[in-house]
């Protein structure tokens, strides 16, 4: 298996742009999060999916933010519109039973 | 109420030498407890996983953990450090029939040459 895979590695944007993360969970797992990681706030979990239906999205920032995931293959982590404290690396997280296999991430810069 | 604390943000030891990383937690469950990895740059890493069953643990790259229930414990230990170890290290807590998992705020390990 080939683990969660999350693209772009990297992006760059500026403030006002769109800006959509996306994961690919392992398959078979049931459950997937997105988590936020920065200096300041260390690792906050953003939202959590099972069996594809948003369970917990309380740790959504704002508005500005949402996530999708319409198949058990494939979740979205869009932003819009971006702001330079968005800043961050954004991780994807999937998991079966006990324990979460974590992608590479995806670091955002806002400029 | 839930909670891991990792008692030391930043250790140092010299290569060649053990490596002892502190975790304490609070849970009014049956835990779940996990030690992640991060290089720089990268994502989490899993190191080794405790759920209930034998007490010591054992993980990757020689890393093993001891589940001391009557001292909410799971410190992690290495004998002998390599280079490559130097990383971040997070604690994390699970609860039975609760997906949230609680982040330690991480130990950032440096292994001196």
């Known amino acids: 298996d080939a683990g969660v895979i999350q693209s772009p590695r990297h992006e760059v944007t500026e403030m006002g742009q769109e800006v959509t993360l996306r994961c690919k969970p392992i398959s078979g797992h049931n459950s997937l999060f997105w988590y936020r990681q920065t200096m300041m706030r260390g690792l906050e979990l953003l939202i959590y999916?099972?069996?594809?239906?948003?369970?917990?999205d309380s740790g959504m920032p704002e508005d500005r933010f949402s996530a999708k995931m319409p198949n058990a293959s494939f979740s979205t982590l869009k932003i819009q519109p971006s702001e330079p404290r968005d800043s961050a690396v954004y991780f994807c997280?999937?998991?079966?039973?006990?324990?979460?296999?974590f992608g590479s991430g995806t670091r955002l810069t806002v400029v | 109420a839930q909670s891991v604390t990792q008692l030391d943000s930043h250790v140092s030891v010299s290569e060649g030498t053990p490596v002892l990383l502190r975790c304490n937690y609070s849970s009014s469950y049956s835990p779940s407890l996990f030690w992640y990895v991060q290089h720089p740059n990268k994502g989490l890493q899993l190191l080794l996983k405790?759920?209930?069953?034998?007490?010591l643990v054992k993980g990757i790259n020689g890393f093993e953990a001891e589940f001391k229930k009557s001292e909410t414990s799971f410190h992690l230990t290495k004998p002998s450090a390599h280079m490559s170890d130097a990383a971040e290290y997070f604690c994390?807590?699970?609860?039975?029939?609760?997906?949230?998992?609680?982040f330690g705020t991480g130990t950032r390990l440096k292994v001196l040459a």
């Open positions: 999916f099972n069996n594809n239906v948003p369970i917990d």
């Open positions: 997280a999937s998991s079966l039973v006990v324990g979460y296999t």
């Open positions: 994390v807590l699970g609860t039975s029939g609760t997906y949230k998992y609680i």
């Open positions: 405790y759920t209930s069953a034998a007490t």
